[in-house]
């Protein structure tokens, strides 16, 4: 049987086979993605945001389905605010910034298509903690300001002490010249978790003001800093918020 003219013979020349046959290449080596301690840290912390944003998207698909409540315990609250910690704790590091860029290009780059993580993100606070939602607690129940026995909305003395100090402690770090993002923001996302812990589901004057202003200090870049006029302002919002947390325990 006659070979076809078109196949391939023993001795026919073949260039990428002699190319290959001829290099100093060890095609067994395996191939290093970084040369240096630096370059390895980047790419082991971009490939951390990779995994946050594919399971804060997850988280977040998940919560809408309500899976995510086990034995009535929120479970969806404490691994946002973790998620969103372990991501702004990665983008400090300026080395990763100048390859993460924006999360528009990170996304981009990596082919990430997570709408839900992205909205998230950029808001900052889980959404328990933006849409004032009831978040069962597990530090008592009725035995104090505005408990269950007097008729009041069911908090305990310890959840209504955390966020009268949660209060206090965001006021205070503006009139020590607190500005920056990294800052104030997990101070005020500390202070709405605590407020939720004693409003659940419930509006109060000047609550809305305050969402407002995590996201918006949410958007500022790591090194950037709120102006005199906003942290006036701020502060006149918080004072409200104080005064109306106060009017709703009544």
């Known amino acids: 049987m006659s070979t076809p003219s078109y196949a391939p013979t023993a001795t026919q020349r073949n260039p990428s086979y002699n190319r290959i046959k001829n ?39 998940a919560y809408i389905k309500d899976t995510l409540n086990e034995d009535g315990e929120d479970q969806y609250t404490p691994t ?25 290009h990170f996304k981009k780059q990596y082919g990430l298509n997570c709408p839900s993580a992205t909205s998230r993100i950029e808001i900052g606070v889980p959404a328990t903690v933006e849409h004032a939602i009831n978040v069962p607690s597990t530090t008592g129940s009725g035995n104090g300001a505005g408990g269950s026995g007097n008729g009041g909305i069911g ?59 995590l996201i918006k200090i949410n958007k500022l870049n790591i090194n950037e800093e709120i102006s005199e006029d906003d942290t006036r302002q701020l502060l006149f919002d918080l004072d409200n918020a104080y005064k109306g947390f106060y009017t709703m325990l009544e």
Not at 27 to 56: K, M
Not at 80 to 104: C, G, H, M, P, W
Not at 164 to 180: E, P, R, S
Request: a negative charge.
């Open 23 to 61: 290099s100093s290449i060890n095609l067994d080596q395996e191939v290093s993605l970084f040369n240096t301690v630096q370059q390895r840290e980047i790419y082991e912390s971009l490939a951390e945001l990779f995994s946050i944003i594919t399971v804060l998207d997850f988280i977040e698909k």
């Open 80 to 104: 946002v605010l973790r998620l969103l910690a372990q991501y702004n704790t990665i983008l400090k590091n300026q080395d990763v910034v100048k390859e993460f860029k924006s999360l528009d």
């Open 155 to 213: 908090a305990s003395s310890r959840a209504v002490a955390e966020a009268t100090g949660n209060f206090i402690t965001c006021m205070d770090a503006l009139k020590l010249n607190y500005k920056a993002k990294d800052q104030l923001h997990p101070l005020l996302s500390d202070l709405m978790t605590s407020v939720n812990k004693v409003s659940g589901n419930k509006e109060f004057d000047g609550r809305s003001k305050l969402i407002e202003w």
